[in-house]
């Protein structure tokens, strides 16, 4: 699973548009613009006219990497060391620690548009009724389409979102394909909002 940050600018003539894409279980030479003997085109042109982060090393495990790439910083210095259980440690609390700012607040502050599209997993409040503090409209984020959790079913997401409310594919209101699959849904609602 992946997730896309979509970013616009309010005066696009000042400020540069930024797409983040992160996606799980690709190594370093997977795309073509890296290596890969796999044909990647469209990646590849991406990387030919922006920027690539060829210095951004971390964890293998899918949590702490997302909450690196929010925040800039240690996974444990953001409060996820391991996964989103919380083992009652410092940096190890399972969610984001809210002395920390994510990408989505500090662009906010600049006058930029934040649209988050895939699987957040950065938080231990998964339940509909349960906190949101932790979610992606409170961490600086204007909408999102995704899941709160990590895997599940690419044809039925158990936790899957639009903004802070749990959705299914057949009772989704703005997104109805004819064959729904998780992956598909991501980038069709992240070209949607832009």
Excluded at 9 to 28: H, Y
Excluded at 159 to 175: E, H, M, Q
Aim: aromatic share 12%; hydrophobic share 35%; proline share 6%.
């Amino acid at each position: 699973m992946r997730f896309a940050l979509l970013v616009s600018a309010v005066d696009v003539t000042k400020q540069p548009n930024i797409v983040l894409i992160m996606a799980d279980d690709m190594g370093f030479s997977d795309i073509g613009c890296y290596g890969s003997e796999i044909k990647t085109p469209t990646l590849d042109r991406l990387a030919t006219k922006g920027i690539r982060f060829t210095q951004f090393y971390n964890t293998s495990r899918c949590c702490p990497t997302r909450a690196s790439l929010l925040t800039g910083m240690y996974p444990h210095q953001a409060g996820i060391g391991l996964m989103t259980g919380d083992n009652k440690l410092p940096g190890y609390r399972g969610e984001l620690g809210r002395d920390v700012v994510t990408i989505a607040e500090a662009l906010s502050v600049a006058g930029y548009r934040r649209y988050m599209s895939g699987k957040w997993h950065v938080t231990k409040h998964t339940r509909p009724q349960g906190p949101k503090n932790n979610w992606p409209l409170q961490r600086g984020f204007e909408k999102f389409y995704g899941t709160i959790i990590g895997a599940g079913s690419f044809f039925d997401p158990a936790t899957l979102c639009r903004a802070n409310s749990f959705i299914t594919p057949v009772n989704d209101g703005k997104y109805q394909p004819k064959t729904y699959y998780y992956t598909d849904a991501i980038s069709d609602n992240a070209v949607m909002f832009l």
